[in-house]
């Protein structure tokens, strides 16, 4: 039995596109950039990456410069019209794609044993807070100042409930603890 894949399915090619849309690449290129983006957790090897290539050109989403003979490694790929208009289309798909996977968290939930909760709450929540930073930080000098605002805002309330929760359930936490020793302690006599 295999071991689940890294990304869903079809990731790769609209990340494929989205990159290329961004400027022409080679292949080995695309392929470096997701690995450095994901520190190595999804490594797509060029048996994925150039049959990837090789369909969104069949498609007419991307083109490219002439090649060394038979090297696709040394192929510039760029966008099309017809691959832009069809990257514009399917990013309505990824505006909802967080929601849609964190619904799937009580299946994942499932998975986890108990001694390897502290790990995944605390590696789960600074991973989270660093996705956040980095949204933020790439996309500021794109957003409004009134749409930064109101993002650093709401993010604040957010962080702002879960400190609250937090420490709410660890005084009931401290309490229970405290019931224990006591009835311990009271047993013990």
């Known amino acids: 039995m295999s071991r689940p894949q890294g990304a869903p399915r079809g990731l790769l090619m609209f990340y494929m596109l989205h990159h290329i849309a961004k400027k022409p690449t080679h292949g080995y290129e695309i392929l470096q950039d997701i690995t450095n983006k994901t520190d190595g957790t999804w490594r797509p090897g060029a048996g994925s990456i150039y049959p990837v290539l090789k369909k969104l050109e069949d498609h007419g989403y991307i083109e490219t410069d002439d090649c060394a003979k038979g090297e ?111 009835d311990n302690s009271l047993a013990k006599k």
């Open 72 to 182: 696709t490694s040394q192929c510039v790929y760029r966008i099309t019209p017809k691959g832009s208009a069809f990257l514009h289309k399917t990013k309505d798909f990824f505006k909802d794609a967080g929601r849609r996977w964190s619904s799937m968290r009580r299946i994942f939930i499932e998975f986890i044993e108990p001694e390897n909760v502290s790990n995944f709450l605390i590696n789960g929540t600074q991973m989270y807070f660093t996705i956040n930073q980095e949204i933020v930080k790439s996309m500021e000098s794109t957003l409004s100042y009134n749409d930064l605002q109101y993002v650093l805002r709401e993010y604040a309330l957010i962080l702002e409930r879960q400190l609250n929760w937090s420490m709410s359930n660890l005084e009931e936490v401290k309490k229970k603890s405290e019931c224990k020793l006591n």
